[in-house]
Each structure stands twice: as C-alpha cells, then as structure tokens.
C-alpha cells in the first residue's frame, strides 16, 4: 500500500516535495481562516472541538496507529492533564495553563508505570490491562476528595487575567488547537519517517519477528507510549481550559479513552490524517444527536459509536483510509 | 464470625462470577477472540430475568432457562454476523468489533431502560435462615451452589463427552480437526453460544440479589477478564478456582478497606498478576 506512495515520491523527487509543501501551507492557511468564515459562535465551536478531538486521536495513533499497541485506558493521560489544569487553580490559583507541563510530567511518570505490567503483554491482552490500569486510576479519583471527588474540579468562573487563557469566543481555542493539532502531526509525520518510524512498523506487524531481527521492542514501545502519553496529557489541559469543568466521567471515563480509538480507527489506524479525518465526521454527527435527542443524546451517540466501528472492523478495518485507497485502485483499474 | 460470614458471601458471589467467566474463558481458548462484551451479555440476562419476574411473576426456574436459551442464540448470532468475518483480521478489528457491540448493548439498554438500578422481588426465594451464627440468604445460596453446579456441568460437557471433545479439537488445532473431518465453523457457533449461555444463566442468578441497570455491564465483564487472566486462558477449572477466590477477595477488601475500593484491589491484583505471570496463576508457562 505504502510501496505505491513511497515509488512515487521517489520519482517526483525535490520538485514534488516542494509543491507538497507548498500544499500543506495552503491547507494551513484556509484551516486558519476558518473561523472567519463560521459566522455563528455554535459552528465555531464545532470547529474547535474537531480539532481538539484529532489531537487527543492524533496523540492516541502514535501507540495504538503506529506501533498497534490498542490502548482503551487513555483516558488516564487526558485525566491527568485536564485535572492538572483545574487542580493548580483549585489549590494554588494558578492560571489553568500552568498545570499543563505538570499534566504532562505526571502521565509521563503514569505511562512508565502503567508500560511495565502492561507492555509484557500482546493483542487483547494488552488492551484489558489498560482498561483496568484506567479503571482502577478512575475509581481513585472519585473517591479522593482533594481532587474534587465525584463532583471535580472547576476553573475560575470569570478571567482574572489574560493568562488564565478564558475567552467568550471560541476562535482563540480554535488557534491554539489548530497550533498544537499542526505541531503533533509534524511530529508524528517526522516520527513515521525515522528509523523509530520503522521500527514501530516491524513491532506492529509481527513483534516476535521484529525482535529476532534485533529492534528493541520494549525500548520503541516505550517512546512511542511516552510520546502518546504527554500529547493526550496536553489534549486534557486544553479540553480543561476551554470547557473550564472536568468530572472523572469526562476526564477518566471508558468513553474517552473508546472516543479516541473510535475516531482515529473510522478514520484510518496509523495513518497521519486518519484521526483528523475521524474527528471532522464523528464530532459533528455526535454534537448533532446530542442536539437532536437532548437528554438521551449521549445515550444515542453511543450506540451510533457502537455501530460505526462494528462496521469499520466488519468491511473496512484500515477505515476511511483503506477506503480512499481501494477507491482509487477501482479508478486506476477503470481508467486503465 | 463476621470473617466467616464475609467468605461464605464472597464464595457464592464468586461461583456466578466463576460461571460467567467460564463461557469467557470457552470462547477465548477456542478462537483466541475476547468478547469485550460479555458483562453487557449478562446485563441483558439480567433484565431478562428481571422483565420476566416483574411482568409476568415468574420465579427463577422460569426464567434462568429462558434467559440461558435468550443468549445462547444471541452468542450464536453475534459471532456468525460479527466474529467469524473479523476473526482472521487485523487484531483492532478483533478488538472493535466486540467492543462496539458492548457500546452498543450498554447504551440502548440505557436508552430503552433508563439508567435507574432496579431489582427483583425481595420474596422470590424466601426467607433468610441463620444456622450457626451464619445468615445463608436464600438468593445467594441459590444463586451460588447453581452457579456452581453449572460450572463443573460445562466441564464435564467440555472433558467428558464427544461434542466436548469436538469442541475442543478445533480448539487445540484447526487444521488438524478439519483433517478429522470435524468442521469447525459449527462448533465455533456452538462455542459462542454455550458461551452466551453462560452468561445467561448467571445473569439470571445474580439478579436474584444484586441490582439490575445498564452500566452493570462494565465492572462485570472487567471481573471477567481478572478471573480468566488468574484462571489460566481457556482453563474452565482455573476460572472456577479465579472465581471464588475474587468473589472471596472482594468480599473481604469491601470490609477492610471499603466497598467503593473493592474493584481497586481487584484490577490491582490483575496488573500484579499480569507482571509476574502473563501467562495466568494456573495457567502453563
């Protein structure tokens, strides 16, 4: 699949990588402008939530796309980071961005911990330990009150300052994830190119194998986990500023750590704009059922969730991805 | 006494979590599939019994069978419309696909049932006897010695009769029961099914004493997953074992360090079980 890509790149050469270039920056500038052309708050507040949703999917690819490791217990990370943020304000009046580098240390310290039980394992199993390591993180967290307990953690409710970063408009959000959202896919872009790139490749297409060739299993996988880990942390912190409120329920539930496996498998596993492309269909449709049904909204979107990728793993499991290539193959074949 | 009280609860407990785990732990040594969706299969059990007995005053020798029957054919048609395509795919798929079908068992229970916690008529089974100092609650002694028994049944159906020994053939090796002539897509269904079954009859029984709402699904089929990893994958004996010995730790550390830690001590168990023996407490290495 990549082979076809790759050969191409290859005969386009210099010329051709500046003109992707070139692309790209325009891709980036009509992103930016975005919000000039939503005229309603509502829209561009979808906007941003799209974004937000593709960093922490973005975040998630690099262990679950990448090196297939198919962590369900991310949500620790984003946990920690949105509560990092609300807590340094809670107790020390922070501006909620100050606990963002804290956010990140800790889930880095989280990752390390959580990677020793859990990278022993493979496949399924692998995935239930994250559940439970999630889980167990979860439970802690409601039943500990300087954290917020059940109830959880707010920001403050008026703007002190500039630096508490609470704006009425959505569009400051809009940048700074659309920033972040450009920074990780570089990241990752970069990640995917280099010999870790390559590794992680071999450790998710047969780890016994990659190991007998001589990659070091454990070692990559632990990047590619801390990497993961300190983004979705950051994706929290953000989640936490613009919302101003995080629970255990939107910061540690199941169903954050399912939301951002769900977008990126729909829209296509270890692939750079797969999570993007998840997020800028699911978030709407969710924001839409969450509209149209009201109260029992969520309950919808979830079994919408649930069907999306029952379909996707039935008939498409490299999701939009494989779709658009197998699109193409049929195109190449008719034209030819 | 109290000590005495706690691990004869946490026995009867455990011998319905045995029971579930083992229609997990069926379907996971014969195909190498999880069903992440296994607590939301005996979530559905218990809204079965908990219908069943609400509407139509039936008792639980009604409706455990009908449950069980309700989610045989549900295991059968999950994994010919679901598990046999994904099977043989990439390990995400494998992990999706059971995964959304628990996203969306959960939420259209929540949906069609409210998130309430309901439960069984209190009556159902009797009368609480004290003998010895110790209250054996009629629901849970039913609940647990049936469990029990349906347990060591699976077993005996698994070692001791052809369609077990079939079942396990294509189990151990595919290709080598093709080559016997035994097909194995039937008895992968079957598996499925007696699997589902598992969790219909348990479900039936731990709704004689435990409240009924759609999230009970999660923390269940987590339990599962702990009994099945300490029990040995595949092992229907080890998951009996893994069984009682969570109901009983449980049962305990609800005591000890409280109720709302209970499930801590179990998933920290599972992680520490996992470091040290990824291959499960009784399980070969």
Not at chain 1, 195 to 204: D, E, P, Q, S, T
Not at chain 2, 122 to 147: H, K, N, W, Y
Request: aromatic content about 12%; glycine content about 12%; hydrophobic content about 60%.
């Amino acid at each position: 699949m990549s082979g076809g890509g790759m050969a191409m790149t290859a005969s386009r050469g210099a010329w051709g990588r500046g003109v992707a270039v070139l692309g790209v920056l325009a891709v980036l500038a009509l992103a930016a402008l975005l919000p000039f052309a939503l005229q309603d708050v509502f829209h561009q507040r979808i906007a941003a939530l799209v974004l937000l949703a593709a960093i922490s999917a973005s975040a998630w690819n690099l262990i679950g796309g990448y090196a297939g490791q198919v962590s369900i217990g991310h949500a620790v990370f984003f946990g920690v980071g949105a509560y990092s943020a609300l807590l340094g304000y809670t107790l020390f009046e922070w501006p909620p961005i100050a606990g963002a580098p804290f956010g990140i240390l800790i889930s880095l310290v989280f990752a390390t911990i959580i990677g020793l039980p859990t990278f022993r394992l493979r496949g399924h199993y692998f995935s239930m330990a994250t559940i439970a390591a999630a889980e167990l993180v979860r439970i802690l967290v409601v039943n500990w009150p300087l954290v917020g307990g059940a109830v959880g953690l707010m920001g403050p409710a008026v703007p002190r300052s500039t630096l508490d970063l609470s704006f009425t408009s959505p569009r400051p959000y809009y940048w700074t994830f659309l920033g972040t959202l450009t920074a990780l896919l570089l990241v990752t872009h970069w990640m995917s190119r280099s010999r870790m790139g390559f590794y992680l490749r071999a450790i998710k297409g047969q780890e016994r194998a990659a190991r007998s060739l001589g990659v070091p299993v454990q070692r990559y996988k632990y990047y590619a986990l801390l990497l993961s880990a300190g983004f979705t942390s950051l994706a929290g912190s953000l989640y936490a500023l613009m919302v101003g409120f995080v629970d255990p329920d939107s910061g540690f539930g199941i169903l954050i750590s399912v939301r951002m496996v769900i977008i990126t498998a729909l829209g296509g596993v270890g692939t750079l704009f797969g999570p993007l492309a998840g997020a800028v269909i699911l978030v709407p449709l969710e924001e839409w059922t969450n509209a149209t049904f009201g109260g029992a909204g969520t309950g919808i979107t979830y079994v919408v969730y649930g069907f999306v990728i029952m379909l996707i793993s039935r008939f498409a499991p490299g999701g939009l991805a494989e779709l658009w290539r197998r699109l193409q193959a049929a195109g190449r074949r008719h034209a030819a | 006494m109290i000590l005495a009280q706690l691990v004869l609860n946490g026995l009867l407990v455990g011998a319905v979590y045995a029971l579930f785990s083992s229609g997990l732990t069926l379907i996971w040594g014969m195909m190498n599939v999880v069903n992440f969706a296994h607590g939301d299969f005996v979530m559905l059990a218990m809204y079965v019994a908990f219908f069943a007995a609400t509407l139509l005053g039936w008792g639980p020798a009604a409706f455990v069978p009908v449950a069980a029957m309700a989610l045989f054919l549900l295991g059968v048609l999950v994994y010919l419309m679901l598990v046999r395509h994904v099977m043989r795919g990439p390990m995400l798929a494998q992990i999706l696909s059971t995964f959304g079908l628990a996203l969306v068992l959960r939420y259209a229970a929540l949906w069609a049932f409210s998130a309430n916690f309901v439960s069984l008529p209190e009556d159902l089974t009797g009368q609480v006897v004290t003998l010895g100092g110790l209250r054996f609650e009629p629901s849970r002694v039913l609940a647990g010695i049936a469990a029990l028994l349906v347990t060591l049944g699976l077993h005996l159906l698994l070692t001791r009769t052809a369609l077990g020994s079939r079942l396990l053939a294509v189990a151990e090796d595919r290709t080598a029961a093709m080559l016997v002539g035994i097909r194995p897509d039937p008895m992968q269904a079957l598996a499925w099914g007696i699997g589902a079954a598992c969790t219909g009859i348990a479900g039936g029984l731990i709704a004689l004493f435990f409240y009924v709402a759609p999230s009970v699904g999660e923390s269940l089929v987590l339990i599962a997953f702990v009994v099945v990893c300490l029990g040995g994958f595949g092992s229907v004996p080890g998951a009996l074992v893994a069984g009682l010995a969570i109901g009983v730790i449980e049962s305990l550390s609800a005591f000890w360090v409280g109720a709302a830690f209970k499930d801590v001590v179990v998933y920290a168990l599972f992680l520490g079980a996992l470091w040290f023996r990824p291959q499960g407490l009784l399980g070969k290495a």
